[in-house]
């Protein structure tokens, strides 16, 4: 959908180990976000990026690290998995000048 | 802190009948409000959106209407469907920062 790539699409994982998700485009879109999914907290933002090695803070980014080397690559970094941070990540994709973000299909990651 | 807030975690409505979805805001620094709507196992996909300069916008079924003075909005969906049924989120974005924050969501059923 929209060029983007999430991967893996699932993961299992113990407490204290570090993980990494990535998201991959083909659209040469500017900004990238991560978000994740939690029942009752709707779609909270993580991390996002306005451009190559330019990263900001959303609202729960603690625990998290991101990283954009490239354009079309934006990586979420959990240092040391916590079961808080089972999830569903979505990354998504926006053009500047566009307000839409486009989304993919996302990433289930449980730590047990 | 929550910036966007969908108080009403479910909503159900007959086949044919109007679903009206509401969004609440706290930052009038949002210029551009979207909504967004997704099945299960998939990621969000957009819906319509409404620039702070407009107080509605219409597409097809659908209309957003926004009041700036009370930071609501709402989604209606005229006539409902079932296919309809889905979670819907709202979200806002400040173009200054690039950040796109969502609500809680509303879980919508229509019965056939």
């Known amino acids: 959908d929209a060029g983007i790539t999430q991967s893996p699409r699932h993961k299992v994982t113990e407490t204290g180990t570090p993980v990494t998700l990535r998201c991959h485009q083909t659209e040469n879109h500017r900004y990238m976000y991560w978000y994740r999914q939690d029942p009752g907290h709707g779609l909270r933002l993580i991390h996002y990026?306005?451009?190559?090695?330019?990263?900001d803070k959303g609202e729960v980014s603690d625990g998290y690290s991101v990283s954009r080397s490239k354009t079309e690559d934006f990586l979420l970094t959990l240092e040391s998995a916590t079961s808080s941070q089972t999830s569903v990540y979505f990354c998504?994709?926006?053009?500047?000048?566009?307000?839409?973000?486009?989304f993919g299909s996302g990433t289930q990651l449980s730590v047990l | 802190d929550q910036q966007v807030k969908q108080n009403s975690p479910s909503l159900s409505v007959q086949e044919g009948r109007i679903s009206i979805l509401n969004c609440d805001y706290t930052?009038?620094?949002?210029?551009?409000f979207l909504w967004y709507k997704k099945y299960p196992a998939e990621g969000p996909t957009f819906l319509i959106s409404i620039s702070s300069i407009k107080d509605k916008n219409e597409d097809g079924r659908f209309t957003v209407f926004l009041n700036k003075s009370a930071k609501h909005l709402s989604l209606h969906i005229v006539p409902s469907q079932p296919g309809d049924s889905a979670v819907y989120f709202c979200?806002?974005?400040?173009?200054?920062?690039?950040?796109?924050?969502f609500g809680q969501g509303t879980t919508l059923q229509v019965k056939p």
């Open positions: 930052n009038s620094m949002f210029d551009y």
């Open positions: 990026s306005y451009g190559v090695k330019d990263t």
């Open positions: 998504a994709i926006r053009e500047t000048g566009n307000e839409k973000l486009f």
């Open positions: 979200a806002a974005i400040s173009g200054n920062t690039g950040k796109l924050i």
